[in-house]
């Protein structure tokens, strides 16, 4: 390509196009135009001048010759576009959310582009043993025939756990790839889904999974074999895996779409489920969102649109027999004689499956030893000195730490207030769980699954052994409840089914009904008996009721009038705005104000709640205060946004929890 400098004199055939910085020039602003005399496509990544500097930028489109002096393209980046489908979702993702097209971009794209990087073969993805049955059923065949001979639309794969949706997918791919098409399967998370990455990849070598604990270099060739790829690719990854550049898109595939992890926290804040669907559409590419329990936003969307809704109501396994459930009441203590915690059913399960060589999993949704550490004496609390909540006690390591921004100290042998040394740990985290079965069971061989796991402790890292039955009991937080099929499973134990129930959240009874459903899924998938074992404070609370029967029509019905008594979605969007600042005093006084200008602005549909302090107030030495507010109309939430100060100023359109 023709280098110009500034000097040079434009002739006709130079060619004009707008360009999309990857950074923030100005407010407003999201293109500027420049002169090539290269003609280049939308999607082609360049070098552009701003200033006295070099930034990189996306053509999006060729425009004729402006009125003012341009600058010239330094040089090209990329010869290949990214596809026009990808072009068109950055543009919604700015404008449905929000967001100046500079930050969509910084999502979309991956880091270090402009670097040169030495090729390396790529690492293979997570491969199982495991020889599984793709031969379809019945049930699997009619789902799969409709989603080939619908038009390209976004489907409701609803299908209880155990009924095989990961057959589906694959066959699906399959039909995809013999007609030339790509395919991009969203799972949550890596680490949560190891056995369907595993078998994707075992089933198709040649994918190419992209994810967040990969280098930088890594993610870009990766990046690069999918933009230079002239054949059709499968994608594996998380939601990042969306943008993957591939050619000829045919299908994306949402497993687990349910999954709070689907929703980005950072700007632009957007839903990976929306997302998938507006790309679909600009790609004439099917969509699938694939659950066992959808959330009632997405399954009310189906039927007001009158969408089909694909249905596997049943094991795929002709012979798998229903686990049995137990109930128990952790207020009965006749329950719990021989320990405090651990029901004498459960530990009964755990002794006989330890007898005859097989698998328990526990599964409690709270990491650490203790939640809480005092003093007995004078009521002393260990708390977080940044965020004011309480610190989380890590026996192993004799330290308390902040779940929220990191601090850690040693674990107080005596009270600094009063000195006395009656300081008492309250609460249960998975690593007490895992030190009193160790204590009762000395030589059962049991793993640990949370986020405090080590890098080679993961489920990713021991899923085979895990399938081969090496590890007797598997303890864990939500990375245990999905995605895993052990064939040695026996017994499924929940220590405190209500954890999360009692949220101040609109959404708090659904994420405890999906978690629920999902773990007590993970066995009753054979012919071989098995059993549930939850405990429970408030086992006749109908969620819990709904949970372990995993009835989902039942719990969707009354979570939708709930959510209709309440105002919240989908009968209703919601804004959330939320302020950041070192001082309580800054926070509540910019709250109030906001509050008092948009009480003054916003129409007669759009209600407004607060301002009142986040539910974690204080977060790494600052204060954080939060106005709701709730319309049946989008556009009202938007023209809201027009008076929020761009500074010290968080909003999140269509926020999946108000915590």
């Not at 020039?25 to 200033?51: C, F, M, N, W």
């Not at 449905?96 to 040169?116: E, N, S, V």
Request: aromatic share 6%; proline share 6%; with cysteine.
């Amino acid at each position: 390509m023709l280098i110009l400098s500034r000097a040079n004199r434009y002739t006709s055939a130079m060619n004009y196009f707008e360009v999309s910085p990857l950074r923030i020039v100005r407010s407003g602003v999201d293109v500027l135009t420049y002169a090539s005399e290269t003609a280049l496509k939308p999607g082609q990544i360049v070098h552009i001048p701003i200033g006295k500097q070099t930034s990189l930028g996306v053509v999006m489109r060729q425009t004729p010759a402006p009125k003012f002096e341009t600058k010239p393209i330094v040089d090209i980046v990329t010869e290949t576009a990214l596809p026009n489908s990808l072009i068109a979702l950055a543009e919604w993702l700015s404008h449905y959310y929000r967001t100046p097209l500079a930050t969509t971009w910084q999502t979309i794209l991956p880091r270090g582009l402009d670097k040169k990087r030495r090729s390396k073969p790529p690492k293979s993805p997570l491969l199982s043993s495991r020889r599984t049955n793709n031969l379809l059923n019945d049930d699997q065949t009619k789902v799969v025939e409709k989603i080939l001979s619908t038009n390209p639309s976004t489907l409701l794969l609803q299908g209880v756990t155990g009924s095989g949706k990961t057959n589906v997918y694959k066959a699906v791919a399959k039909e995809n790839l013999s007609q030339g098409r790509s395919v991009i399967l969203l799972v949550p998370e890596i680490s949560l889904t190891s056995q369907l990455v595993g078998e994707f990849a075992t089933d198709f070598p040649t994918a190419i999974v992209t994810h967040s604990q990969m280098t930088e270099a890594e993610r870009h060739l990766a990046w690069q074999a999918a933009l230079e790829a002239a054949e059709p690719q499968i994608i594996i990854g998380p939601r990042s895996a969306l943008f993957m550049p591939v050619p000829n898109l045919g299908v994306i595939i949402v497993d687990e779409a349910h999954e709070p992890s689907y929703k980005q926290d950072q700007s632009p804040r957007y839903s990976a489920v929306r997302a998938a669907t507006v790309l679909g559409q600009h790609a004439d590419a099917t969509v699938i969102l694939g659950t066992a329990t959808p959330t009632v936003v997405d399954r009310y969307l189906v039927e007001k649109l009158n969408k089909p809704l694909l249905r596997l109501d049943k094991r795929a396994r002709h012979n798998a027999s229903t686990a049995s459930v137990e109930l128990i009441d952790m207020k009965q203590r006749s329950s719990f004689k021989r320990h405090r915690f651990l029901s004498d059913r459960l530990l009964t399960s755990i002794e006989n499956n330890l007898d005859h060589g097989h698998q328990t999993l526990i599964f409690h949704n709270r990491r650490g030893s203790a939640s809480t550490t005092l003093c007995e004496e004078c009521g002393w609390t260990a708390e977080c000195p940044r965020c004011f909540v309480p610190l989380t006690l890590h026996a192993d390591r004799f330290e308390i730490s902040c779940h929220i921004c990191g601090h850690h100290a040693k674990a107080p042998t005596n009270c600094p207030t009063c000195r006395a040394v009656n300081i008492v740990h309250k609460g249960i985290g998975t690593k007490l769980v895992e030190s009193e079965l160790r204590r009762l069971f000395p030589k059962a061989r049991i793993a640990r699954f949370d986020s405090d796991s080590a890098p080679h402790e993961t489920v990713d890292r021991h899923y085979e052994a895990l399938y081969r039955g090496e590890i007797d009991i598997a303890i864990g937080t939500q990375v245990v409840a999905k995605g895993l099929d052990l064939p040695k499973l026996r017994t499924v134990g929940v220590i405190q089914a209500d954890g999360g129930l009692m949220l101040p959240d609109f959404a708090a009874a659904e994420r405890a009904f999906q978690l629920l459903a999902q773990v007590v899924g993970r066995v009753g998938r054979d012919s071989n008996d098995t059993n549930v074992v939850v405990q429970s404070y408030q086992p006749t609370h109908p969620v819990i009721q709904a949970g372990i029967t995993q009835d989902y029509e039942t719990f969707y019905q009354s979570a939708l009038a709930e959510r209709e008594r309440g105002h919240f979605p989908p009968f209703t969007y919601l804004l959330k705005l939320t302020n950041v600042y070192k001082s309580e005093k800054a926070a509540v006084t910019a709250a109030q104000k906001l509050a008092s200008e948009l009480r003054q602005n916003i129409t007669n549909d759009v209600k407004l709640f607060g301002p009142t302090p986040s539910f974690y107030e204080r977060q790494r030495d600052t204060w954080r205060w939060q106005i709701i507010l709730k319309s049946p109309k989008r556009e009202h939430l938007i023209d809201a946004l027009r008076f929020v100060p761009p500074t010290h100023w968080q909003a999140d359109l269509d926020p999946h929890s108000l915590l």
